[in-house]
């Protein structure tokens, strides 16, 4: 019998970010990202994690697609109503390739329980040619992310 580790897809998404070896994690504040975020601060010298919360959502992409030139592994967690401020640098950076490896993970909040509006970010990977993985659960979360760093490895593209 194996034994069952019980955690919310925000400590699963944590855990898949450190075992996907993630160097760089930038955000902006806000429910539902930012318990990822802080799950991650507080290890992040044992685990040599760079770590910042950035004025704005765009600002967050942009530090971590910086990273990612250098070959870092970053991780860029924002809300969903500040997806949208991170649509223009995402657009163009889908078509300049990133060397270490980026994920977003973006909060969506169906009800709008701590957001003004509901939004459906889905449609902005279509628009940026973007991959999108969907987690429906914790176990699937931590595999997803970790499956995200290494996309190019394991799709292939024309």
Known sequence: MQDKLVMSTNEALALGAIEAGVNVVTAYPGEPIS??????????????????????????????????????????????????????????????????????????????????????VRYISKLSEVPLLEPSSPQEAIKMIKFAFNIRKNLSFR
């Open 35 to 120: 318990s990822i975020v802080d799950m991650l601060f507080a290890m992040r010298k044992r685990l040599n994690m760079h770590i910042e919360w950035a004025i704005n959502e765009k600002v967050a992409y942009e530090l971590a697609l910086g990273a990612s030139f250098t070959g870092s592994r970053a991780l860029v967690c924002v809300k969903h109503v500040g997806f949208n401020w991170l649509i223009d640098p995402l657009v163009a950076s889908a078509y300049s390739g990133i060397r270490g490896g980026l994920v977003i993970v973006d909060g969506d909040d169906p009800s709008a329980t701590a957001s003004t509006h509901e939004e459906d």
